[in-house]
C-alpha cells in the first residue's frame, strides 16, 4: 500500500510538472507570438508618421473645399498638403499639382511644378486626368494633344468618370458641343472628386452664358455657378460677380457683383480683383471709391494680373486717383510688357519718355535684364495687343537679349538659342552651331530647358 501511495504521489507530481511544463511552453509561444505581430519601433514609427500625414491631409480638403464648416483657404490648404507630403502622403501631391495648376484660382502658378507634383501621384487616376490637360494644352510641357487625350481615356477605362471632364474638353475643342454637354453632365451626376466637379458646372454655365452650341440661357448659366460656387469654386464666383454687374440670367445688382467678386478675390482671384478694381474705378454699378480701385489693381498687379499692371500705369501717368508718377507709371507698364509683349504698351512708355531713341536708351541705362528681357521679347513677338499684325524684327531681338545675357541672364541665353535654332521664324536665319553655343552657356548656369534643348540637339 506504501508503494501504491508513493507511486501515485510521483504520477501526480509528474502530471504537475507535466503540465507546468506545458503552462509555461504556451505562454511562451503565446508572448513570442504577439512579439512576432507587434511592429517593430520603426513600424511603429511609421504608422505614427502616416497617421499624421492623414490629418494634415484631411485638414487641406477642408480647407480646400470649405468642409465641415471650414473657411476656404486656398493659402492653407497648400500649407497643409505640403506637410501631408512630406510625411509620406503621396495622395496630398494630386492637390498641391491642382493649387499651382490654376483650377482654383490660386495666384501662384507653376505648371511645371504642377507637372512634377502629378508625377509623384504614382498611379492616382486623378493626378493623371489633371497630368492630361497638361499636355493637351501644352502648359508645362510640348504640347502633346493625343497624349492628353490618351490619359483621359485611361482614366474613363479604369472606371474614374471624371476622365469624361477631360473628353468633354476635346469634345468643345472640335464643336462637338452636344457630346460636351454629356459628358459634363456625367461628371457632375456621377463623379466624386469635387474640383472635377466644380469645374464641370463652370464650364456647363459658360457654355449655356454664351450660347456655344445651344441656345443662350443667362438663368441656367447663373443656376450653374451658383452649384460650382458653392463647392468653392472661385471662377465660378468670378463669373457670378459678372452676371450680376451686368444683369445677364438675374436682375442687375452693383452690390451682389462686389460680394461674388469679393468672394473670389479673397480666395486669391486676381481676375475678380482686377473687376472690383474697375467697377469702384468708374461706379457704375457701385458708388464709386477710387482709393478702392487702387487698392483692389495692386493687389492683382501684385499677383501678376495685366489688366490691373496696366490700370495702374494709366493712373500713375494721368495723375488719376493717386499722385501724378510717371517713374510709377513707367514702372507698371513695364511689368506688363514682362507680362505679354504688347506694342500698345511700348507705344506708351515711349510716350511718357518722349521717343523711341530715349525709351532705348532708358531701357539700357536701367542695367536691369528683365527689362531688357521684356523689349527683347517685344521684338520677338508677331502681334500687339489689339490684334494688329507686328513682324518680329531678328536683330533687335538678338541685340536685346544679348544685352540682358551680358548681365549674366541664362534665360536671355537661352532664348538667343532659340532664336538661332528657329531663325526663320523670326525673320532671321537658323544656325544650329550658334543656337548650340547659347544653349551651352545658358546650361553651364544652370538653366535646366537649355539644358534640354542642348541634349535634343546634340542627339540628333
Given at each position: 500500500m506504501?508503494?501504491?501511495?508513493?507511486?501515485?504521489?510521483?504520477?501526480?507530481?509528474a502530471c504537475?510538472?507535466?503540465?507546468?511544463?506545458a503552462?509555461?511552453?504556451?505562454?511562451?509561444?503565446?508572448?513570442?507570438?504577439?512579439?512576432?505581430?507587434?511592429?517593430?519601433?520603426?513600424?511603429?514609427?511609421?504608422?505614427?508618421?502616416?497617421?499624421?500625414?492623414?490629418?494634415?491631409?484631411?485638414?487641406?480638403?477642408?480647407?480646400?473645399?470649405?468642409?465641415?464648416?471650414?473657411?476656404?483657404?486656398?493659402?492653407?490648404?497648400?500649407?497643409?498638403?505640403?506637410?501631408?507630403?512630406?510625411?509620406?502622403?503621396?495622395?496630398?501631391?494630386?492637390?498641391?499639382?491642382?493649387?499651382?495648376?490654376?483650377?482654383?484660382?490660386?495666384?501662384?502658378?507653376?505648371?511645371?511644378q504642377?507637372?512634377?507634383?502629378?508625377?509623384q501621384?504614382?498611379?492616382?487616376?486623378?493626378?493623371?486626368?489633371?497630368?492630361?490637360?497638361?499636355?493637351?494644352?501644352?502648359?508645362?510641357?510640348?504640347?502633346?494633344?493625343?497624349?492628353?487625350?490618351?490619359?483621359?481615356?485611361?482614366?474613363?477605362?479604369?472606371?474614374?468618370?471624371?476622365?469624361?471632364?477631360?473628353?468633354?474638353?476635346?469634345?468643345?475643342?472640335?464643336?462637338?458641343?452636344?457630346?460636351?454637354?454629356?459628358?459634363?453632365?456625367?461628371?457632375?451626376?456621377?463623379?466624386t472628386?469635387?474640383?472635377?466637379?466644380?469645374?464641370?458646372?463652370?464650364?456647363?454655365?459658360?457654355?449655356?452664358?454664351?450660347?456655344?452650341?445651344?441656345?443662350?440661357d443667362?438663368?441656367?448659366?447663373?443656376?450653374?455657378?451658383?452649384k460650382?460656387?458653392?463647392?468653392?469654386?472661385?471662377?465660378?464666383?468670378?463669373?457670378l460677380?459678372?452676371?450680376?454687374?451686368?444683369?445677364?440670367?438675374?436682375?442687375?445688382?452693383?452690390?451682389?457683383?462686389?460680394?461674388?467678386?469679393?468672394?473670389?478675390a479673397?480666395?486669391?482671384?486676381?481676375?475678380?480683383?482686377?473687376?472690383?478694381?474697375?467697377?469702384?474705378?468708374?461706379?457704375?454699378?457701385?458708388e464709386?471709391?477710387?482709393?478702392?480701385?487702387?487698392?483692389?489693381?495692386?493687389?492683382a498687379?501684385?499677383?501678376?494680373?495685366?489688366d490691373a499692371?496696366?490700370?495702374?500705369?494709366?493712373?500713375?501717368?494721368?495723375?488719376?486717383?493717386?499722385?501724378?508718377?510717371?517713374?510709377?507709371a513707367?514702372?507698371?507698364?513695364?511689368?506688363?510688357?514682362?507680362s505679354?509683349?504688347?506694342?500698345?504698351?511700348?507705344?506708351?512708355?515711349?510716350?511718357?519718355?518722349?521717343?523711341?531713341?530715349?525709351?532705348?536708351?532708358?531701357?539700357?541705362?536701367s542695367?536691369?535684364?528683365?527689362?531688357?528681357?521684356?523689349?527683347?521679347?517685344l521684338?520677338?513677338?508677331?502681334y500687339?495687343?489689339?490684334g494688329?499684325q507686328?513682324?518680329?524684327?531678328?536683330?533687335?531681338?538678338?541685340?536685346?537679349?544679348?544685352k540682358?545675357?551680358?548681365?549674366?541672364?541664362?534665360?536671355?541665353m537661352?532664348?538667343?538659342?532659340?532664336m538661332?535654332?528657329?531663325?526663320?521664324?523670326?525673320?532671321?536665319?537658323?544656325?544650329?552651331?550658334?543656337?548650340?553655343?547659347?544653349?551651352q552657356?545658358?546650361?553651364d548656369?544652370?538653366n535646366?530647358d537649355?539644358?534640354?534643348?542642348?541634349?535634343?540637339?546634340?542627339?540628333?
Amino acid at each position: 500500500m506504501a508503494i501504491l501511495a508513493l507511486c501515485v504521489a510521483m504520477a501526480m507530481t509528474a502530471c504537475s510538472e507535466n503540465t507546468d511544463t506545458a503552462e509555461v511552453e504556451k505562454t511562451t509561444a503565446t508572448a513570442e507570438s504577439a512579439e512576432a505581430g507587434a511592429p517593430t519601433e520603426a513600424e511603429a514609427e511609421k504608422q505614427e508618421q502616416l497617421a499624421e500625414a492623414g490629418q494634415y491631409y484631411e485638414a487641406g480638403r477642408r480647407n480646400l473645399y470649405g468642409l465641415d464648416g471650414a473657411q476656404i483657404d486656398l493659402e492653407d490648404a497648400r500649407t497643409n498638403f505640403t506637410k501631408a507630403q512630406e510625411l509620406g502622403n503621396t495622395d496630398a501631391n494630386l492637390y498641391l499639382g491642382v493649387l499651382v495648376d490654376d483650377w482654383y484660382g490660386y495666384p501662384k502658378k507653376d505648371y511645371q511644378q504642377a507637372r512634377a507634383y502629378y508625377e509623384q501621384s504614382g498611379d492616382n487616376p486623378y493626378a493623371q486626368i489633371a497630368l492630361g490637360f497638361l499636355y493637351y494644352y501644352g502648359n508645362g510641357v510640348d504640347q502633346d494633344m493625343e497624349k492628353g487625350k490618351e490619359l483621359f481615356q485611361s482614366a474613363v477605362d479604369q472606371g474614374v468618370v471624371e476622365g469624361y471632364y477631360g473628353l468633354a474638353k476635346v469634345a468643345e475643342n472640335v464643336g462637338d458641343i452636344e457630346t460636351a454637354l454629356e459628358h459634363y453632365n456625367k461628371v457632375v451626376e456621377d463623379g466624386t472628386e469635387q474640383f472635377y466637379i466644380a469645374s464641370a458646372m463652370v464650364y456647363l454655365g459658360y457654355i449655356y452664358e454664351t450660347g456655344d452650341g445651344v441656345e443662350q440661357d443667362g438663368a441656367k448659366a447663373v443656376e450653374w455657378y451658383t452649384k460650382a460656387a458653392d463647392l468653392g469654386d472661385s471662377d465660378a464666383m468670378n463669373s457670378l460677380g459678372y452676371m450680376y454687374e451686368t444683369g445677364n440670367g438675374v436682375e442687375q445688382d452693383g452690390a451682389k457683383a462686389a460680394e461674388w467678386y469679393t468672394k473670389a478675390a479673397d480666395s486669391g482671384h486676381t481676375d475678380a480683383m482686377n473687376y472690383l478694381g474697375y467697377i469702384y474705378e468708374h461706379g457704375d454699378v457701385v458708388e464709386q471709391d477710387v482709393a478702392k480701385a487702387v487698392g483692389w489693381y495692386t493687389k492683382a498687379a501684385d499677383l501678376g494680373n495685366t489688366d490691373a499692371i496696366n490700370s495702374l500705369g494709366y493712373m500713375y501717368a494721368e495723375g488719376y486717383g493717386v499722385e501724378q508718377d510717371n517713374d510709377k507709371a513707367l514702372e507698371w507698364y513695364v511689368k506688363s510688357l514682362s507680362s505679354f509683349p504688347d506694342y500698345e504698351v511700348y507705344k506708351i512708355i515711349v510716350d511718357i519718355l518722349h521717343g523711341e531713341d530715349a525709351a532705348e536708351k532708358w531701357f539700357e541705362e536701367s542695367g536691369d535684364a528683365e527689362k531688357m528681357m521684356a523689349l527683347a521679347e517685344l521684338y520677338r513677338s508677331h502681334y500687339s495687343d489689339n490684334g494688329e499684325q507686328v513682324l518680329p524684327d531678328f536683330d533687335k531681338a538678338i541685340e536685346w537679349y544679348t544685352k540682358a545675357a551680358d548681365l549674366g541672364n541664362s534665360d536671355a541665353m537661352k532664348m538667343i538659342g532659340n532664336m538661332y535654332k528657329l531663325g526663320s521664324l523670326y525673320g532671321g536665319e537658323d544656325d544650329l552651331e550658334k543656337a548650340i553655343e547659347w544653349y551651352q552657356k545658358a546650361a553651364d548656369l544652370g538653366n535646366s530647358d537649355a539644358q534640354s534643348y542642348l541634349e535634343r540637339l546634340q542627339g540628333q
